[in-house]
């Protein structure tokens, strides 16, 4: 049997439009079915001159971000280029095969005289999340909190030594009082320092002198305003992180961003802050890994009456040593019971927040348990309590609880899927901007198109599941006509 070629006709006229040639089960359909996008013509429309010659809907020029998001492009240049013979691009951008797709460079250009300094990249993301609450799909129940980071524009081995300022944290403060509160009741001076600085004394002059506590850290040459990021086994780098808070069905609702070096604890407080300026009222429980397990964030969390969820997480004591919780806590007498039934008594309180309880030496040196307790040369055994513990205490407690076990395995499921969903299919893994702002509202873009692809797909879904019942429905009540008919008929 021969081989036979088939003739390719190029020259062959298509007499169909695009609502034809567009797959009815394609994206972009989905996409259009689940919100009205003229809604961007209002909220950029104080950013244009009404004089003028005629500009590029606004619309269009964010149609193609979010088909350079969603559809993993990245890169404008590339979309544009796509977007001139993708058929269902066009029509999701609502030009026809004979109209120009806009240059590449006219949403940079965009950008920069228009959008750069508007909130309309948070208008968006706002109107798309209102959007998927409107619809319901979105449960804030619980909402699970993690960060990420995005690798930046930047050479790792390009950078320079800088000497920063500690910056105070957001609960420092409110921690210092309670810290002279309880100095005070035991007799001892209060800490005058509030801030965070330290009193030297010039031998020579005689002077004392006030320098502000620094640190020195890596700054990038190419991205002053990245951090460098290094965690456990991955690559150390400069970037930026992603705090994000999603709710139970995976919907981003609140995002912030910061340079990459700056811890998870540290940064939760602005998250938590930006979350609860919208929503504080609709959650119940925050679930959080084990990176958050610290008391200040435990008593942010319950201060504002919500249930914190998170793991268990190991003392970190020598080995065959006891563990901290073998020594019971005695809250009436404020001391420390060790497995041998000696008390270790309140010594003092550091700057940081933390108590010292302090065993007696003379008792522990004859101490049959010595070798399980303490190594030290004094003989003595120091535990560390700090003065927001209780609030840790309370959080441990929720470990066991039917709520805990019902909502915390879903982190996986929630926000650590949405991590994994926006590094590979939405370009997250790497920036390709220079600038925390920058960076910012294009993450902002990325979550907004995570979100409207999630509702899209949920509403298409949707809507098919009710067609099909209304079409069964229909047969079924065709069929009970007929039925009767031919009933009347017999009788």
């Not at 990249?121 to 798309?128: H, L």
């Not at 990176?291 to 997480?313: D, V």
């Not at 991590?419 to 790497?430: A, I, N, S, T």
Request: proline share 3%; glycine share 4%.
């Amino acid at each position: 049997m021969s081989m036979t070629r088939q003739n390719y006709k190029k020259d062959c006229i298509i007499l169909s439009t695009l609502e034809e040639l567009v797959p009815k089960e394609h994206l972009v359909r989905k996409l259009d079915n689940c919100i009205d996008f003229t809604f961007i013509e209002e909220l950029v429309k104080d950013l244009y001159s009404e004089i003028g010659k005629p500009s590029i809907p606004p619309m269009v020029l964010f149609k193609l971000i979010f088909i350079n998001i969603i559809f993993g492009i990245n890169s404008m240049r590339r979309t544009c280029e796509e977007c001139k013979v993708n058929i269902a691009y066009r029509w999701f951008l609502g030009l026809s095969m004979y109209d120009n797709i806009p240059n590449y460079s006219t949403w940079s250009k965009n950008y920069i005289r228009r959008y750069k300094d508007s909130e309309v990249f948070n208008e968006i993301f706002d109107k798309i999340l209102n959007q998927a609450i409107e619809y319901k799909f979105i449960d804030m129940e619980s909402v699970f909190g993690d960060s990420t980071h995005q690798k930046a524009n930047a050479n790792k081995n390009k950078h320079k030594d800088v000497e920063v300022e500690i910056v105070k944290k957001v609960y420092e403060d409110k921690m210092l009082e309670e810290i002279n509160e309880d100095r005070i009741t035991h007799g001892k001076k209060p800490l005058k320092n509030i801030e965070r600085t330290e009193i030297m004394f010039n031998e020579e002059t005689g002077e004392v002198i006030e320098n502000v506590k620094t640190k020195h850290i890596k700054e990038s040459l190419t991205d002053p305003e990245s951090g460098c990021f290094h965690k456990g086994e991955k690559e150390k780098c400069f970037a930026y992180s992603h705090h994000i808070f999603t709710d139970k069905n995976g919907f981003v609702i609140s995002k912030t961003t910061i340079p990459g070096n700056i811890h998870d604890s540290v940064s939760f407080f602005e998250a938590y802050a930006v979350l609860n300026s919208k929503y504080k009222d609709k959650i119940k429980n925050v679930c959080l890994d084990a990176a958050y397990t610290t008391p200040p964030i435990c008593r942010e969390i319950i201060l504002n009456n919500h249930t914190p969820l998170m793991p268990y997480k190991r003392p970190m004591t020598g080995k065959g040593l006891f563990k901290k919780y073998e020594y019971v806590y005695d809250k009436y007498y404020d001391c420390y019971i060790c497995p041998n039934n000696e008390t270790l008594e309140y010594s003092t309180i550091d700057k940081n927040g933390y108590k010292l309880y302090k065993s007696n030496s003379e008792k522990c040196k004859n101490c049959p348990l010595k070798e399980q307790c303490t190594k030290s040369k004094n003989c003595q055994k120091i535990i560390t309590r700090h003065i927001w513990e209780e609030y840790k205490e309370e959080m441990n407690e929720n470990r066991y609880t039917k709520n805990w076990q019902d909502n915390y395995p879903l982190r996986k499921e929630t926000v650590e899927r949405t991590f994994g969903d926006c590094k590979e299919q939405m370009g997250l893994r790497y920036t390709r901007y220079r600038g925390l702002q920058k960076n910012d509202q294009y993450s902002t873009l990325i979550f907004a198109c995570h979100n409207l692809k999630k509702m899209a797909n949920w509403k298409w879904k949707k809507d098919k599941k009710h067609l099909n019942l209304s079409v069964i429905f229909k047969k079924i009540t065709n069929i009970i006509k007929i039925f009767k008919q031919k009933a009347i008929c017999l009788f």
